[in-house]
């Protein structure tokens, strides 16, 4: 029988309360880490993080699957499908996040960092070693041209955090300051995130146009080293890296190469998964874990079954729909989808009814909004909005729950109460709007996308039993993202993650600025001054109580808008894997890190 692994790091509990309810640092000084509150947990002489193994070999190849196809290597800009891993895996930033702590990074290309207690500026000392692939030297002109470049022709996500940057000056030989211009705790350590770029390599070349003509020169342990357009790509490890002996970097990128092969759909990829061609799988169906994991591979040992778990918040993904189209911009319209789709029964047809519903944007953690009325410092945050707050907002609010049958009638019933009262009516068994019209619309998958798929038949045919006229349409990986990017769609698939320290990324995901920004996060569309003033609310908070608050009254918002049909948590990450791929044990809060970001594993001959 293949091993289970299940273990989450007995240092969770110890460095979540450590990191967010010490009180800040009272002087600048030079330090080796930075936290979003209080100190990071790590000493300044830590030697390696504490889920990974320092003493692992060098070796082996991860070779994993992607469902579509990618045009384009830069993945820093809006045009273009990118391998989603080269953002993390192809390049380095000034500091590295450790996943075990909620929000906390280290030195990496740095070698100090140093910021004021309010954190109005930041500065960065960098290593002398730290060196690009090509052997050449990373530069303060090199880190400057990056935010600049990344800020102006970059993608949307970078500009935000750009125009709070009131300015970048180099300070030393190996030192620049960062000052803002606004109050927001979190800039400080995004701008030690941010991707470092050598100027060099795009002096001539138009950094926005996409394309696979410029391989990244960059300072990461991986190296592109080979790839076929829409096929594979092949990340090499860097046998020069300059950083191998940096303590952040201690136990990381062991495997020799690191691959991403292409398919047209999950069913081809998981065939090409049992056949040997890749050697790690990530599942998220788990009835498809339980019952189709029984191939000869894992009955003889070759591939190990992992369950990793985490503790973060479980994000938000399902069907959004677009609050920028006729219909949607209704909230009773957007309800009675939410009533329509029958999760229970869709639950147990497809997973057996074994994984649990998302109730809310940050559910599985503490940051979720509670039960009930709000009360204490989360009405006092919601009550000077009280007069926009949907219904449920400020009374609490749950998702419907069906009888588990696949008729759902009491959800049937509640949706035409709300279609009735939002002015519509069903004329000759079409639902017509208040305009006299059919009400119809199209919900647009990315192709390939098995989950949504399975659930979307089920889907359809509820909505057609109210007179609702739905189109299906499937698209390839390039068209979902150019129709994602310009809001082109009435409902799509949506998947938000999120972390144990929401910040600056809020206002891309649900910010009225980002609303009619092309290429932002905001599918939704969310124009809510209360979402506004939460986001920073959350983002100026000095203590961890008004951050609670804050995230709890932001979580009741979004959850009220029913902006999106939530359906599946993933508390755990199911993985199998050839047997020689290893990770070191107990994994970090962040657990499902080690499954999408192979930096930890190693190959060991002797499993």
Known sequence: MAAIHFKLSPMTSALTALALFTGFAATAEPMHGI????????????????????????GGRIVTGEVGSFDSLNPHILKGTVPWQLRFLAYESLMGRSWDEPFTLYCLICETVETSPERDWVEFTLRPEAKFSDGTPVTVEDVIWSFNTLGTEGHPRYQGTYSRIESIQQT????????FNVQDRELALIVGMRPILKKAQWEGKDFAASGLDVVPITTAPYVVDAFEAGRYVSLKRNPDYWGKDVPFMKGQANLDEVRMEFFGDGTAMFEAFKAGLLNSNRELNSEKWESQYNFPAVQNGDVVKSVIPHGRPSGMTGFVMNTRRPGFDDWRVREAMIQLFNFEYINETLTGGRQPRITSYFSNSELAMQPGPATGRVKELLTPFADSLLPGTLEGYEMPEGDGSARNRAGLRKAMELMQEAGYTVQDGVMMTPEGQPFQFDIVLPQGETEAGSMIDIYVQALERLGIKVRVDTVDSAQFNARSASFDFDMTWFRRGISLSPGNEQRLYWGSAAADQEGSRNLMGVKSPAVDALIEDLLTATSREEFLAATHALDRVLTAGRYVIPTYEWNQSWI????????????PVYGDWIDWQPNAWWWDDKN
Do not use: I, W
């Open 35 to 58: 936290a979003m509150y209080g100190a990071p947990a790590l000493p300044a002489d830590f030697d390696h993080l504490p889920y990974v193994n320092p003493e692992a070999p060098k």
């Open 172 to 179: 030393g030989e190996h030192s620049l300051r960062f000052s």
């Open 576 to 587: 199998a894997h050839a047997k020689e791929l290893t990770f070191a044990e107990p994994t």
